[in-house]
């Protein structure tokens, strides 16, 4: 998936039509600033999810101080995710954040599914596209 593959900017009014990295399912996304707090919204059919906005930056420099590829570890809320992964990071006490990016109980996992197609969206990072074990780097 390249940029120019990415439609929409990204608002609530135009959100982007993105793929999770399986390319199996679609979603939509778009930033909320003003939102309390500031949101990365993902719609995905009927159900809503939504993640601190600083996750893009946030999960951006930690790419780029790792500067490899890091594994996505794909996982509900109620799943462990795997040691080293994206997923393992947006759930981390060591993060920015302290913590969960996914705003909402219940459905705050599934971070490795949803923000890195965002980050390839905006040209910050490199997401795999297989139907398995996919990784991100920065770009």
């Known amino acids: 998936m390249t940029r120019d593959d990415i439609e929409g900017i990204g608002t609530v009014d135009d959100p982007w039509q993105l793929t999770t990295p399986p390319g199996r399912s679609g979603f939509e996304a778009w930033r909320e600033p003003e939102g309390d707090p500031a949101a ?7 159900t809503q999810l939504r993640y601190h906005l600083s996750c893009i930056e946030d999960l951006h420099a930690m790419l780029v101080e790792d500067g ?8 509900d809320e109620q799943k462990t995710a795997a040691e080293g992964t994206v997923e393992a990071w947006g759930r981390s006490s060591d993060n920015p954040v302290g913590g969960w ?12 599914n949803y923000v890195p197609p965002v980050l390839e969206a905006l040209g ?15 770009l």
């Open 40 to 46: 990365l919204v993902v719609q995905v059919g009927k």
């Open 101 to 112: 990016y996914g705003l909402k109980k219940g459905l705050r996992g599934r971070f490795a």
């Open 68 to 75: 490899d590829w890091v594994p996505l570890g794909n996982a």
């Open 124 to 138: 910050l990072a490199e997401v795999e596209h297989n139907a398995r074990n996919n990784r991100m780097r920065a």
